[in-house]
């Protein structure tokens, strides 16, 4: 990948010339910004979004959306940005996870309370492996609407539109279901609301208290070396917190509750922009549908709707970047939406694939760093590492999944970088969606439990093997 123009130092690839976005000078900043305004993303190619056969019917919802109260508070967004901004400073790791699709109908107790028992134990594991603070981030409580590649879908002779999202249209081949449908929106927000309330209890209640982490167990994994592991990770956890129990004078109300935060694609416009919101103590423009919105890779575009959209807000902000991306437009993207080049702003999700991290990622380290922007390192081994099984099952292999994740903390470190965190497609249920880890899954097996909406997620045991694999990482390093 090295161009003329490129010099090599400790074995990264760095840029000898650094653009600065619409400027010669080389200060952050030098260029006023166009004004933002809660509309300005309408002026802008929006990419990936629905159209509807009701533009009134559209309108009426979107209105009743901008009155109903946010799911989320600034203040608990100043939180959640302040956190990643130490994960930034390398005192804390970010461990981020959940469905590549949430389903309306997987709106239910079991469900949920899974995919936080599944979060919980990994971060425990990372907490023991890292001797840091581990920031809790769920692809969760909004996670409902899904870029796609093709506008539209054909089966047997029959082409449909595509399937978007609960939150646009519905999965079942049928005309009917596929009609994108505004009243979903309004569904959206309930069912993410009713699982943030869940969340919330479930965080700050008995579940939560690391005095009893038998609370987070799950039936089915009673035999699995990774839930034998962990029991040893627990065990040795009673002894500690029982000696901190018998010094200390005062409880610590932080063993008995957890931070959890959550975040989705902010993909579909109209319903983000209605879930946007001025803060009433002044501090400007929040997104309160979800701590953390991120930007997909297919709607990253520097001059597009959802980047003007999410310029503007305070939350702290997510861009997936994937291996057709050019080191420099990333770096002005970073620059367009964190120009006070404030810590905690922006995390960077690359998902650069297995076979193509150690090629690519090194540049993009160096091009960001040679302009001085502070970002959170995460890695997505998910994205790059897609292929189709000879059952036509969308699958991923755990090794390649693994790979990717190893190789980038290998590229990190060459670097001199640090990996601050993993994004993660994870269920706590028990299905056969990605190959391998340690049970050995095949092919055969994936039809036994294949229930994702989307794309393939790791279950209990392939994710738990990623958190051992995480902690042994960090600390290495
Ligand atoms: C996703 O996270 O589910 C997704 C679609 O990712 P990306 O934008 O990286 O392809
Ligand atoms: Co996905």
Known sequence: MRGAGEQSVAGCVVPRMIRLPGSSTGNFGSMPLPTWTIDSWKAKPAAQQPTYDDAAELEKVLQALGQLPPLVTSWEVDRLRDQLAQAQAGEAWLLQGGDCAESFADCQADSIASKLKVLLQMSLVLIFGSGQKIVRLGRIAGQYAKPRSQNTESQSGQTLPSYRGDLINQAPF????????????????????????????????????????????????????????????????????????AISENPMPELRRVDFFTSHEALHLPYEAALTRESVRGTGWYNLGTHLPWIGERTRAISGAHVELLRGVRNPIGIKVGPAADAQEIADLVQLVNPENEPGRITLIHRLGHDRVEQLLSQLIEVVRARGLKVLWVCDPMHGNTVAASSGHKTRKFEDVLGELQAAFTVHRGCESRLGGVHLELTGENVTECLGGSRGLTESDLATAYNTNCDPRLNYEQAMEIAFSIADEISAA
Do not use: C, K, M
């Open 174 to 245: 049928s005309l009917a279901h596929r009609r994108n449908d505004p009243q979903l929106l309004l569904r959206g927000y309930e069912r993410s609301a009713l699982t943030l309330n869940f969340i919330r209890a479930l965080s700050e209640g008995g579940f939560a208290d690391l005095h009893h982490p038998e609370n987070w167990d799950l039936d089915f994994v009673a035999e699995s070396p990774e839930y034998e592991r962990y029991h040893r990770l627990v065990d040795a956890l009673g002894s500690a917190l029982r000696f901190v129990d």
